[in-house]
């Protein structure tokens, strides 16, 4: 999607070794997030930032951190990667979180092995 | 907790026809809903911003309504078109929060 890149795509990795995904956005919104969609569940938060160095936990946190250095970059790491988190993940981001819809990413499918 | 409920069986309709998505929710007091449209394999796509004093938006062929007393949406695509298909999310929100909580969708497949 135009203004956000998510990378990788596609991720196979090993239970227990850590993983990075990151998101990039060139349009200088100030909140990002990041989300996972699993079949039956939706999209559920995992963490966001309303700010550099400025986050706070969703409802599925747990085994996730993420930073926010710079603006643009926001990044989701899962500590020890567990079969659990074999999901889809997306970034979104916002100019103003009440009056205007997310932009999403086209989503990085992680698969746990 | 809150919990947003959205058809999990695909709704199937004539192209021409009228869709109607319902959209449910319990426990919460949004300020804002909004709707989503997502393709296989694509992020979702952003439709449609409903505030809590308003009954009704229109966009289009789009058209939502928002009804406080029932929590409930409606989310209408008039004259659908087999382009329509995809999965259809809702949203909630509010004012003294940054987050979204979304639906799990409900998919539209509209037949030529």
């Known amino acids: 999607d135009a203004g956000i890149t998510q990378s990788p795509r596609h991720k196979v990795t090993e239970t227990g070794t850590p993983v990075t995904l990151r998101c990039h956005q060139t349009?200088?919104?100030?909140?990002m997030y990041w989300y996972r969609q699993d079949p039956g569940h939706g999209l559920r938060l995992i963490h966001y930032s309303y700010g550099v160095k400025d986050t706070d936990k969703g409802e599925v946190s747990d085994g996730y951190s993420v930073s926010r250095s710079k603006t643009e970059d926001f990044l989701l790491t899962l500590e020890s990667a567990t079969s659990s988190q074999t999901s889809v993940y997306f970034c979104?981001?916002?100019?103003?979180?009440?009056?205007?819809?997310?932009?999403f990413g086209s989503g990085t499918r992680l698969t746990v092995v | 907790s809150q919990k947003i409920e959205q058809n999990s069986e695909a709704l199937n309709i004539q192209e021409g026809k009228t869709a109607t998505l319902t959209c449910n929710y319990t426990?919460?007091?949004?300020?804002?809903l909004q709707w989503y449209r997502q393709d296989p394999g694509r992020g979702p796509v952003f439709l449609l911003l409903?505030?809590?004093?308003?009954k009704e938006k229109r966009k289009e062929r789009l058209k939502v309504t928002f009804d406080t007393t029932l929590k409930q949406s409606l989310f209408h695509i008039t004259a659908s078109q087999p382009a329509d298909s995809a999965t259809y999310l809702c949203?909630?929100?509010?004012?003294?929060?940054?987050?979204?909580?979304f639906g799990s969708g409900t998919r539209l497949l509209v037949r030529p």
């Open positions: 349009e200088n919104h100030r909140y």
């Open positions: 979104a981001i916002t100019g103003e979180p009440t009056s205007g819809g997310y932009t």
């Open positions: 426990n919460y007091s949004p300020a804002y």
């Open positions: 409903i505030r809590e004093n308003e």
């Open positions: 949203a909630l929100g509010r004012d003294s929060s940054y987050k979204l909580i």
